[in-house]
Nanobody, 118 residues
Framework: QVQLVESGGGLVQAGGSLRLSCVVS????????MAWYRQAPGQERELVAT??????????DSVKGRFAISRDNRDNAKITVNLQMNSLRPEDTAVYYC?????????WGKGTLVTVSS
């Protein structure tokens, strides 16, 4: 079992930046790839970015060059995964969710709302 707690959402003007953080605790030793997803109103949840334990990253085409995912594994009791979001656009407005997959099960945080005004 793991617990995920996101933070860092808020209201920002188009062109601005936000940094989201997700602290993962519990049975973290076998966690591999971690991810950020987002869900806009009336739309399906979509993958935004992933990061492996080795630091390899992958991004949705819509955020490439603007978002950066990072991961801090130094604390034995927790893993922190961040999402730096720059040059934000109104279409980035969504609830952002942290995700880990462990022993075949998906674990999600409760989400943090990002609102980008035009």
């Amino acid at each position: 079992q793991v617990q995920l707690v996101e933070s860092g959402g808020g209201l920002v003007q188009a062109g601005g930046s936000l940094r989201l953080s997700c602290v993962v605790s519990g049975s973290i030793s076998d966690i591999s790839t971690m991810a950020w997803y987002r869900q806009a109103p009336g739309q399906e949840r979509e993958l935004v970015a992933t990061i492996t334990p080795e630091g390899s990253t992958n991004y949705a085409d819509s955020v490439k060059g603007r978002f950066a995912i990072s991961r801090d594994n130094r604390d034995n009791a927790k893993i922190t995964v961040n999402l730096q979001m720059n040059s934000l656009r109104p279409e980035d407005t969504a609830v952002y969710y942290c995700n880990v997959r462990l022993y075949g099960a998906n674990y999600w945080g409760k989400g943090t709302l990002v609102t980008v005004s035009s």
